[in-house]
């Protein structure tokens, strides 16, 4: 298994993409702290903004045990108290130092404290400037927006549980996606920037971002008619498409997806009659024989074990998927080999100071995994590193310490 030092220097080895851009992030939850981890990732300089007392999700509990550390990697923390008026013109120094600014907190939140794009642009006209909200400009603008709100009131948790029984997704996609599209936004601003000379002020929303998600729903309603139904009810586009319940109460799902991949399936599993049965010659008339072939299905594959059907269709080339818990793909083989897991420094909670392992971003440049940097930081931990680069001297530093401006 790769160690963080490994994965860092192997991605310090030739300059990562935006290694010389500052972004400052004021920022918590998910979405925000999201996009700053993508420029970060990418080696952007992030600097994240938190309160005196710290970003909240530093000691969620339950399901966003995980949030801060994950989202807050390769990033450096400085702590202002944005109420002060002394943290308030430390903030601007910083943000205007920056290249791109993002946040998400309410609409005009920031405004109150000279923050905001239309404040910031006037001294510093190539700032970018990300807004992460919950609706673009509209009648939902001012609504309180979480990713389980535009689940529901966007079709997604219609779509994913079963009728009349709505379910989220189970993972915050909305809030990912959004945070990754503000970091889309920024790049292409970046770009943009690099011809016209002068920035722009970008907005990512998590129930447009819902909306897309749903949209390939929407088109097969305009043009079949047919409302989509959810998708534990959905009429499949394939024949063998679903999860099988087999011997000693595992599950695997198990897929062919075309006539050659039906024809190698009955052939390794020995169906030599289904494969002879014209009613199941072709896709279409498998997926209108489902009824009845997938009944038969199960009863032929029951007595199988998951190991067994893994290598029969791991041999011929075919879909399929052990049913996996996320705590599981700790030991996943794959992602072990591939340096798809890194070791970062917990820097919260009781667990501080200890080292666990964290999904890399998915992608690979110039052959390589982008890499972990910089552990989650500790809350405040460059604020004096980061005051002294705007030009403030010890002294001012103390004395802004002493106030309670920064901490």
């Not at 943000?95 to 907190?105: G, I, R, Y």
């Not at 689940?151 to 379910?167: E, I």
Request: glycine share 10%; net charge negative; aromatic share 6%.
């Amino acid at each position: 298994m790769p160690s963080m030092q490994a994965a860092a220097s192997t991605a310090d080895s030739s300059p990562l993409p935006l290694a010389g851009l500052r972004v400052v992030e004021f920022s918590h939850m998910v979405m925000g702290p999201t996009c700053g981890m993508v420029l970060a990732d990418l080696g952007a300089e992030v600097i994240k903004v938190e309160p005196i007392e710290g970003d909240r999700t530093r000691h969620l509990l339950g399901a966003g045990a995980g949030f801060f550390p994950l989202f807050n990697r390769n990033k450096k923390s400085i702590t202002i108290d944005l109420r002060h008026t002394e943290g308030q013109a430390a903030a601007r120094k910083l943000a205007l130092s920056a290249d791109v600014v993002l946040q998400n907190f309410k609409p005009g939140a920031l405004a109150k404290f000279g923050l905001d794009y239309a404040a910031l642009c006037q001294d510093n006209p190539r700032l970018i400037y990300v807004n992460h909200t919950g609706f673009l400009p509209g009648p939902y603008e001012h609504r309180t927006a979480l990713d389980e709100v535009v689940q529901m009131m966007g079709g997604l948790a219609y779509m994913t549980g079963r009728p009349g029984d709505p379910l989220r997704a189970g993972a915050s996609v909305n809030d990912i996606m959004g945070g990754m599209f503000g970091a889309i936004g920024a790049m292409a601003a970046l770009m943009q920037r690099g011809i016209t000379g002068r920035g722009q002020e970008i907005d990512s929303a998590l129930f447009e971002n819902n909306v897309f998600l749903v949209g390939q729903h929407m088109l097969q309603y305009a043009i079949t008619g047919q409302p989509a139904a959810p998708m534990p009810e959905r009429i499949s586009s394939w024949g063998l498409y679903d999860v099988f319940n087999v011997k000693d109460g595992e599950q695997i799902f198990l897929a062919a997806v075309s006539d050659a991949q039906w024809n190698t399936f009955c052939d390794a599993l020995g169906f030599a009659d289904l494969k002879a049965d014209p009613q199941l010659a072709t896709n279409n008339d498998r997926v209108r024989a489902r009824g009845t072939m997938l009944p038969d299905l199960r009863q032929r594959l029951a007595s199988r074990t998951v190991a067994e059907l893994s290598e029969l269709f791991e041999c011929n080339g075919l879909p399929y998927a052990r049913i996996m818990r996320p705590e599981q793909l700790y030991d996943d083989p794959h992602l072990n080999a591939s340096g798809g897991l890194v070791d970062i420094t917990l820097p919260d909670g009781e667990l501080a100071g200890q080292t666990v392992r964290t999904t890399l971003f998915p992608l690979r440049m110039d052959g390589q995994r982008l890499g972990v940097r910089l552990d989650p930081p500790r809350q405040g931990e460059h604020t004096a590193q980061l005051l002294e680069g705007l030009g403030y001297t010890p002294a001012q530093i103390q004395l802004l310490r002493e106030t309670g401006a920064v901490a």
